[in-house]
């Protein structure tokens, strides 16, 4: 078994920050479902703006909402307004062609991406 991408959200915009939440990223509901990404899965947060990596895990945000927010200690790292990267993988011996979306600057969803 191999550790695989399954899918990615290219190029989100963060739009809030509660580093008074415990932690995690929440992120809108229809994103999830267009990258078959998963409420507390664990995820890769790449920004772009900054050249910080981090893992964190997913909550789900309000549909169609836009939401890319930094929870808790990750809020320190990430800021509004930073372009990132998110990523999940999966453990698996068969791998499916990675689920990539483009989404514009208000976090709706584009295109899928081919790799």
Known sequence: MREY?????????????????????????????????????KVLVADLTNGARLETYIIKGKRNSGMICMNGPTAHIIKIGDIVIIMGFEITKKPKPPKIILVDSKNRFVKYIKK
């Not at 290219?10 to 580093?19: D, M």
């Open 5 to 41: 991408l399954h899918a990615k959200i290219h190029r989100a915009i963060i739009t809030e920050t509660n580093l008074n939440y415990i932690g995690s990223i929440t992120i809108d509901e229809n994103l999830l479902d267009k990258t078959r990404l998963k409420e507390n899965q």
